[in-house]
């Protein structure tokens, strides 16, 4: 299974970052997988932000709640997160990451918040 994020680089305060994950060599809706998405803001440590699962129920961190909606594309076969009201805090490397027990990550993608 191979993920693939996608998405703007820079994105300006205030606004939403949207990014999309592209799932292949699998299914997105296979019984019990759980799909992610995990940031690294620049020297920090990695930050679950939320998953959605195979069923489609989500759970998002309870510091980010406020602000996240991730959802899937099953004909697509992709989820995508959206994060609202984004300030320069948000700036991470943003990764997708699925199946069982985090078992595929997708490469990355830097997402910069800034004016």
């Known amino acids: 299974v191979q993920l693939q994020e996608s998405g703007p680089g820079l994105v300006k305060p205030s606004q939403t970052l949207s990014l999309t994950c592209t799932v292949s060599?699998?299914?997105?809706?296979?019984?019990?997988?759980?799909w992610s998405w995990i940031r690294q803001p620049p020297g920090k440590g990695l930050e679950r932000i939320g998953y959605?699962?195979?069923?489609?129920?989500?759970y998002y961190s309870p510091s980010l709640n406020s602000r996240t909606s991730i959802s899937t594309d099953t004909s697509k076969n992709q989820f995508t997160l959206q994060l609202s009201s984004v300030t320069p805090e948000d700036t991470a490397v943003y990764y997708c990451?699925?199946?069982?027990?985090?078992?595929?990550w997708g490469q990355g993608t830097q997402v910069t918040v800034s004016s």
């Open positions: 990451v699925g199946g069982l027990s985090f078992a595929y």
């Open positions: 959605i699962t195979y069923s489609g129920s989500t």
């Open positions: 060599g699998g299914s997105i809706t296979t019984n019990y997988y759980s």
